[in-house]
């Protein structure tokens, strides 16, 4: 599958497709000069789409996204790659898994790993994502880079002509080294300015559950809170649940309809896990599912609510710094603790709920934080997002 020049190597396994030249955008659009990769969910005319699996998958017609962004001015360089048809947080698939950017025999995260290195790389300006339970997100923060989830539905960011993992909960959204340039492609899309926003007399809840997280991911959480309240905002802890029993049956579930046609071949061609856990989804009765998004329903209420009484919530967006590529457990302060749900505890309940989130380095190589704000409030957010991304680097 892999087209690679050559004169760009990709060592880090990083890039699922890519053509002899860019598809160039627009020659006066505001985006021009810009280029951007592509998550190999994303379906680009002319391009082959395989998820970076092995097994067949459907195809989703092509994005509008993509279509947009090119109209915008952007150039698109190729597709990258990422764990399994979405189903992992950290780079494994079927083409040999991608590697981090940086630390050698680490793992890059996932889904959207071969974007975040892309952007880290500086192979590219900005790079398109999907985030399920965390995938933009996670691979930001263990890349260095910054990751956008808009708000679930969110209209300038659209999931039509991306091969699905979950339709509850996917979100696409883009990855880049500045919150700068992801307010730049946010103002392109909405046709509106991202606004200048003051931190100054914000009302921020810190939530950094015990025993969650090592001791150098609660220092840089407890970095940035203290950049916040220097900046004028009033930091105090919260408290969020565990959200995993409602998000795993959905996941699951859903991934399974969508690979349906696949799961009826006796070896479609996935990796065991993507495959054990796609049949796991496909057992799952209606009453299990409906009752998963029963308590879905009760944590948006407990969200709402929170958000009602912040302006923002701030949370680390990974439990470790990057683990060794095979590491299937972490050591955290209240135990050993299997990787996939160390991680998404801490991101899944916000591509769950669908509200939006920005993935900011911190001050501690290659771990991130999360910056969560109201339901509809992505402008605001991006608009804060940069002003303390200044802070950070200058501070």
């Not at 000069?33 to 998550?39: I, M, N, P, Q």
């Not at 790993?113 to 965390?134: E, I, P, R, W």
């Not at 914000?202 to 939530?207: D, F, K, P, Q, T």
């Not at 309940?349 to 999360?370: D, I, M, N, Y």
Request: aromatic share 6%.
């Amino acid at each position: 599958m892999t087209d690679a020049t050559s004169d760009l190597p990709d060592p880090q396994r990083a890039w699922a497709y890519r053509p002899a030249s860019p598809l160039p955008g627009a020659p006066d659009g505001p985006l021009r000069g810009l280029t951007f990769s592509v998550k190999d969910l994303f379906g680009v005319s002319g391009w082959p789409l395989r998820a970076s699996t092995r097994a067949p998958v459907p195809d989703p017609g092509v994005s509008p996204l993509v279509t947009r962004l090119l109209a915008l001015g952007a150039s698109a360089v190729g597709k990258t790659h990422l764990h399994e048809i979405a189903l992992g947080i950290t780079g494994l698939n079927g083409f040999g898994g991608t590697d981090h950017p940086g630390l050698p025999g680490r793992v890059p995260g996932g889904s959207s790993s071969g974007a975040a290195v892309s952007v880290a790389l500086k192979q590219v300006d900005f790079a398109l994502g999907t985030d399920t339970g965390g995938s933009i997100r996670v691979p930001a923060a263990w890349c260095g880079v910054v990751g956008f989830k808009p708000t679930k539905g969110h209209p300038a960011w659209p999931t039509g002509g991306v091969l699905p993992l979950s339709v509850t909960c996917d979100h696409a959204g883009p990855l880049a080294r500045d919150v700068a340039t992801v307010a730049r492609v946010q103002e392109a899309l909405t046709g509106r300015a991202v606004p200048e926003v003051a931190v100054r007399g914000l009302r921020v809840g810190l939530w950094l559950p015990d025993g969650w997280v090592t001791e150098d991911v609660r220092a840089a959480l407890r970095d940035v809170a203290g950049t916040l309240s220097r900046m004028g905002a009033t930091v105090q802890p919260v408290d969020f649940p565990e959200v995993l029993d409602a998000y795993s049956p959905i996941v699951l579930s859903e991934a399974a309809h969508v690979h349906r046609s696949a799961l009826r071949l006796d070896d479609p061609g996935f990796l065991p896990f993507t495959l054990a856990s796609l049949r796991q989804g496909a057992a799952l009765t209606g009453t299990e599912v409906q009752a998963a998004h029963d308590r879905r329903a009760a944590y948006r209420a407990q969200l709402d609510d929170l958000l009602t009484r912040f302006d923002l919530i701030l949370a680390p967006a990974v439990p470790t710094s990057p683990p060794a590529q095979g590491q299937d457990e972490v050591l955290l302060p209240d135990g050993p603790t299997p990787l996939r749900r160390a991680v998404l505890r801490l991101t899944a309940p916000f591509s769950l709920l669908g509200a939006p989130v920005v993935a900011l380095p911190t001050r501690t190589p290659f771990v991130g934080a999360q910056l969560i704000a109201p339901h509809g409030q992505d402008d605001r957010l991006l608009g804060l997002a940069r002003a303390l991304d200044r802070t950070l680097d200058s501070e």
